[in-house]
């Protein structure tokens, strides 16, 4: 089947501004967006810029929108898209070329959240051991993968580069609630301020945009919910 | 203080609700607005009960909404009129809220 592809180009040392440009490549139903891409930067265009890794829904490098929500190019099946199929670089990030953008600030409030086990007490002989509603407690926020679709789904964001983001919360929340780890309080301290979890609206884009199916505006709720407590 | 706000919000909003539907109710149900004159104002502020109520509904409905167009502010604007904005709002809503405060304490019955 012969696909269209709408993609939104843009190349800093010759264009001004973005730009669309349509293609059209012969692929299976079964074929991903990404294949589409693929092609296209094989056999017709190979000025293309994109980031991919895995190609399986695990790295999270190729994140980008498609036909106006976020997505990952390698989890989006042709056969599911409406033609033709547009894409545009990820909302809120500068743009490098045509869809890579600059992911530096994002990771940035990655770290600022500290998503490492802070260690609270002596370290043991063998390992920590976790019951297993210990660890169900968390387990949503396990699969992010830093993929960056949820923060550049968020209004907040796009207005306000200076919050730090659903991602970066959803990061926290995997150690906050993490039976083994003792630096909730440093990571609260991170996350209560205005550009903290508080600029979150609960507009549930990020819910909608998350390819893990993470319920990220119920994190971030139950973060909220920590700090008003006092503590975990 | 944004937690503070957060806890406000979340208070004030359940508290409005029960004195707001009750405002509703005692205006427009068990009164007709055709019966709510200068008398019908001078009989409830004869106790002290209906003054408090106004005041609390005046007080959580007002700083409710400010923090409300705070946010609002915030999110749609850049400085310096953020900043400028923000002033103007708690100017403005300040004296408003001390113009009702000053209504429903001091209202005196005319003579007569």
């Known amino acids: 089947m012969e696909v269209t592809f709408q993609l939104l180009r843009f190349d800093p040392l010759k264009d001004r501004q973005p730009h669309w440009e349509t293609y059209r490549v012969e692929l299976e139903p079964t074929d991903r967006v990404l294949d589409g891409l693929e092609a296209i930067k094989g056999q017709m265009d190979g000025t293309l810029a994109y980031r991919r890794s895995c190609a399986h829904g695990v790295c999270g490098s190729d994140a980008m929108i498609i036909n106006g929500r976020n997505r990952l190019a390698c989890k989006a099946l042709v056969k599911n898209m409406k033609e033709p199929i547009r894409i545009e670089p990820m909302r809120g990030f500068k743009v490098l070329k045509d869809f890579v953008v600059d992911m530096g600030p994002f990771f940035e409030k990655y770290r600022a959240v500290k998503p490492y086990l802070i260690e609270k007490e002596a370290r043991p002989q063998k390992e920590r051991l976790q019951s297993q509603e210990e660890r169900e407690r968390f387990d949503d926020t396990t699969k992010c993968i830093l993929c960056g679709a949820c923060t550049t789904s968020c209004p907040s964001f796009w207005f306000n580069a200076g919050y730090v983001g659903p991602a970066a919360i959803v990061q926290a929340h995997r150690f906050i609630f993490d039976s083994r780890d003792g630096g909730a309080e440093e990571r609260l301290s991170v996350l209560n301020n205005q550009e903290g979890v508080w600029r979150c609206r609960t507009v549930f884009n990020c819910v909608e945009a998350c390819p893990r199916g993470i319920n990220v505006t119920r994190a971030i709720g139950e973060v909220k919910k920590v700090i008003a407590k006092g503590g975990r | ?112």
């Not at chain 2, 310096?80 to 300040?94: D, E």
């Open chain 2, 1 to 112: 203080m944004e937690l503070f706000t957060w806890l406000f919000m979340r208070y004030s909003g359940v508290l409005l609700l029960f004195l707001a539907l009750g405002h509703l109710f005692i205006m427009h149900v068990f009164n007709s607005i055709h019966q709510i004159d200068y008398d019908f104002v001078v009989r409830r502020y004869m106790a002290l009960f209906w003054r408090g109520y106004d005041l609390c509904m005046l007080w959580l409905a007002m700083i409710h909404g400010l923090n409300g167009m705070r946010i609002l502010i915030d999110d749609y604007l850049k400085p310096p009129w953020q900043g400028r904005s923000v002033k103007v709002l708690y100017v403005t809503g300040g004296l408003f809220l001390l113009l009702g405060t000053w209504v429903i304490i001091c209202f005196q019955p005319a003579a007569g």
